[in-house]
């Protein structure tokens, strides 16, 4: 299929993107490989598509204090290849390597991915459990949210029209962190049918365990989380796993289980 009739700009920096965005119908174009099969199927109709690789704003990456700022054109590729610093330990790159097919994370961007919210999307989850702040810019200055309410449900966010998400902030982990990061796939490349995160730092007194490709927003297990000890394996059962998801059938909620109990091993082990 083709896409239905649209116009196209390709701004050369921020605020003419912002300009452009702010515009009825429009929508912003990072790397194209969420965006791309929507228009041919039809799913998107925007009036007018903002091409943003000409914006040098959105590739920036540095280091500020104790975090590491990404650039919302930020590509998956430039990840797993150790371009960026990754200062998770190794989180970063690992869950980067695992996004689709090599393809796709050549031209495919964190920013585009936690716009485009998919459920079954890698950055939705693991930035979640990382606790990465979003730092979004509008025609009337800049504001930050937290990853952990940013989704509002599959597909959607809270972004809102004429916004863009420009960076992404991410908290370093010590010396002393465990993470493990886990997902359930048919076969690799395609969406995940349960993703499961752990991210474990005594030096912030930080836990978090996350769900993800749950049909909607990645779901934090906090009172799992608040259950688990840095420095020794946990004696958790099953059951306090499956009680986060009581909404789930059985079979979904089997992979999630698995998803969450193959991640703490994960991190126990490291």
Not at 46 to 71: K, S, T
Not at 74 to 82: L, N, P, V
Not at 198 to 204: I, S
């Amino acid at each position: 299929m083709k896409p239905a009739p649209f116009d196209y700009t390709r701004p050369a920096d921020l605020p003419g993107a912002l300009k452009a965005l702010g515009g009825d119908g429009a929508r912003a174009l990072a790397g194209g490989q969420s965006l791309g099969p929507m228009l041919n199927l039809r799913l998107a109709r925007p009036g007018l598509l903002v091409d943003l690789r000409r914006v040098d704003e959105l590739r920036r990456i540095e280091q500020r204090g104790d975090a590491l700022v990404l650039g919302a054109m930020t590509t998956h590729a430039s990840i797993e290849d150790g371009q960026v610093p990754d200062t998770t330990r190794g989180m970063l790159r690992r869950v980067a390597a695992d996004i689709a097919y090599r393809a796709v994370r050549t031209r495919g961007t964190m920013g585009g991915s936690l716009a485009h919210a998919d459920p079954a999307a890698d950055w939705v989850t693991a930035l979640t459990a990382l606790d990465a702040t979003l730092t979004i810019a509008r025609g009337g200055g800049t504001s930050t949210a937290l990853m952990a309410g940013f989704m509002t449900g599959a597909f959607a966010t809270a972004l809102g029209d004429g916004a863009m998400l420009t960076a992404i902030s991410i908290p370093s982990l010590s010396d002393r962190a465990r993470w493990g990061y886990y997902k359930i796939c048919r076969k690799p490349g395609e969406f995940a049918d349960a993703i499961g995160a752990v991210v474990l730092d005594p030096a912030r007194d930080y836990r978090r365990v996350v769900m993800g490709a749950v049909g909607g927003a990645p779901v934090v297990l906090e009172s799992l989380a608040a259950k688990l000890p840095f420095d020794s394996t946990p004696t958790l059962t099953r059951a306090e796993i499956e009680a986060a998801a009581p909404a789930m059938d059985s079979v979904d909620r089997q992979l999630h289980v698995v998803a969450v109990e193959r991640a703490l091993a994960q991190a126990y082990a490291r």
